[in-house]
């Protein structure tokens, strides 16, 4: 019998015991069973009863949560185009050659865009390089316009900003021809009768080209745009999402259908066999790049424990390693003072009055030395603490000075600020006038008279710098590990620095006169051990303000 069906073999059974419990005990520890699941497994009650801030602070390097993040995206979006004009005639019993009844074609979607609470990443445009709306249906016969076509939607999380980088208009280059047509005719609008542009016209189906050979053309209409296209931002497109929004903006609108054949209806042709075609829509080639909107930024050097400490403070399952650069892109963590069950652990209101019930805060990737010269990681995510209220500087005792730490992460951040201004520069720069010898007129002048896209971008309005400079907002220290031996001698000496910065006996580590320094402060935590970091939520909202 046990030869035939192993299962019942007490032996077998008694092998799979243990493994079963290894496994059990394993996932307990882990705090990945169910209540329910628990009960029946052999896990020792030890792992069970164990502090929940123990099991998330130390915890091993390859526990962690894994979110999805993508901060920069290119994509174009494209309009949808118009449809076509019917050629169509109105065909009865007893009416067997009726008059011209060819619907207009239907209008192009538009594009709009919302920026939401939800959403905390753009990886969903940036895998996404090309967007389209929907085209707008043909007209049909007995005078039934086509339908409109689909709208595109786009939701990205606030915080993002939105630069144009180039655009194609074809309605604003077919105006452009004709007035450059013009012009060469002296006023004189372009002669169009009696010829056609195949881009343009649509023929009878079953018409011969003879039928065409006597027949006039009408002037082609004037190239025409939807309503819509009033509300649509100015190009060149910025825009800076810092709230959320309601309800979504129009980004671009849907090109307007053909015309049906009956609007060429004259005296001269009775029976038009011609519509136009649907504009095209226009596309825009957009960057976008999220600047993650937090209360409070932590700026660190790799390993400081920055990670260690958002966990402590809120649930975020930041990844944490004994190595430099565990953190390779930004983390959001939210610490919560009031989760409405009995008193609220820090009570703040803001200039609203309503009560602050979260503060969000946001981990980046660590500096190093020369980060500036795109050393270790770069610079490149201190945007995502440039627009934080206050800033957290995290600073390791166990390791080197304190002192020098501070003042070289000050360093890395007036240089981040330098670059930026720079680029700042660069794109709202202005055209310069410049006359090459010899020549009578200037060079960008005639470059002006026949390209309005120079003139459109000198006059453009300069958008308003976003952000305050970075040494006037509030900051604090957090000094961490301060339970490994030895460093009470290096939390005393920055102590001493913040306490003279408080005096102004020495020089802010921004080097900037009017830098930020009424209330400096240095707390020692133990992140790992949960103590000490109860005092930051307090201090971090004394520093909020709205
Ligand atoms: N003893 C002690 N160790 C700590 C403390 N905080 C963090 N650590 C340890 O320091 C190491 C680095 O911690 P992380 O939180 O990953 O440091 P980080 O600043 O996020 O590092 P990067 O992401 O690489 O920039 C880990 O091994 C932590 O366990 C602390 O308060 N005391
Ligand atoms: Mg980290």
Redesign the pocket.
């Known amino acids: 019998m046990p030869f035939l069906y192993p299962c019942l073999d007490s032996l077998s059974l008694l092998r799979r015991q243990p493994l079963f419990s290894r496994y059990s005990s394993q996932v307990a520890k882990r705090g990945l069973v169910t209540a329910s699941t628990t009960h029946e497994s052999e896990a020792p009650t030890a792992s069970r009863s164990e502090p929940r801030s123990d099991t998330l602070?130390?915890s091993a390097?390859t526990d962690y949560g894994r979110t999805i993040f993508q901060d920069k995206a290119e994509v174009t979006i494209s309009s949808g185009s118009g449809g076509h004009g019917c050629i169509s005639f109105l065909r009865e019993k007893y009416i067997e050659m009726g008059p011209a009844n060819g619907g207009d074609g239907g209008t192009g979607g538009n594009i709009y865009i919302q920026a939401v609470r939800g959403e905390t990443s753009l990886h969903k445009l940036a895998r996404r390089r090309l967007i389209r709306a929907g085209r707008g249906r043909n007209g049909q016969g007995k005078g039934k316009g086509g339908q409109r076509g689909e709208d595109v939607l786009l939701q990205v999380p606030v915080g993002t900003v939105i630069r144009e980088i180039s655009r194609h208009d074809p309605v604003a280059e077919e105006e452009k021809r004709q007035s450059v047509a013009a012009e060469a005719s002296d006023g004189q609008p372009e002669e169009t009768k009696g010829t056609w542009r195949r881009d343009k016209w649509i023929l009878y189906p079953s018409s011969a080209p003879s039928d065409y050979a006597n027949s006039e053309f009408p002037s082609l209409p004037k190239p025409r745009r939807s309503n819509l296209f009033m509300s649509q931002p100015p190009a060149p497109i910025y825009l800076d999402f810092s709230e959320p929004m309601e309800s979504p903006i129009l980004l671009a609108a849907g090109a307007v259908g053909g015309l049906g054949n009956p609007h060429f209806l004259t005296r001269s042709t009775p029976r038009p066999k011609f519509a136009t075609k649907g504009e095209a829509g226009m596309s825009v080639t957009l960057e976008m790049e999220l600047k993650l909107l937090a209360d409070v930024g932590?700026v660190?050097?790799?390993?400081?424990?920055?990670?260690?400490?958002?966990?402590?403070l809120s649930r975020s399952r930041?990844?944490?390693?004994?190595?430099?650069?565990?953190?390779?892109q930004p983390n959001i963590g939210t610490m919560v003072l009031d989760d409405s069950r009995g008193r609220p652990q820090v009570q703040n209101f803001k200039a609203s009055g309503e009560p602050r019930t979260q503060v969000s805060i946001a981990?980046?990737?660590?500096l190093i030395e020369g980060a500036h010269l795109d050393k270790g990681l770069g610079l490149g995510f201190l945007r995502h603490v440039e627009r934080a209220q206050v800033l957290a500087f995290?600073v390791?005792l166990?390791v080197g000075d304190p002192v020098e730490a501070l003042q070289s992460l000050w360093h890395e951040l007036a240089q981040f600020e330098k670059i930026r201004n720079m680029e700042t520069n660069q794109r709202s720069e202005r055209i310069v006038t410049w006359r090459p010898l010899g020549e009578t007129q200037p060079l960008i002048q005639r470059e002006q008279d026949d390209a309005s896209v120079v003139e459109e971008s000198g006059t453009a309005k300069l958008p308003e710098l976003p952000n305050a400079p970075i040494s006037t907002k509030p900051w604090f220290v957090v000094a961490?590990?301060?339970?490994?031996p030895g460093t009470e001698e290096n939390f005393a000496r920055l102590q001493g620095y913040i306490h003279g910065l408080n005096e102004r006996s020495v020089e802010h580590p921004s080097g900037q006169q009017n830098a930020w320094r009424e209330r400096l402060a240095v707390i020692p935590?133990?992140?790992?051990?949960n103590?000490g970091v109860e005092r930051i939520p307090e201090w971090t909202v004394g520093l909020l303000k709205d």
């Open positions: 602070l130390d390097a932590f660190g050097m790799p390993n400081a424990g920055k990670s260690t400490l958002l966990r402590a930041a990844r944490v390693g004994e190595w430099a650069f565990t953190t390779l981990d980046i990737p660590g995290v390791d166990s961490t590990k301060a339970d490994l935590v133990s992140a790992v051990r103590e």
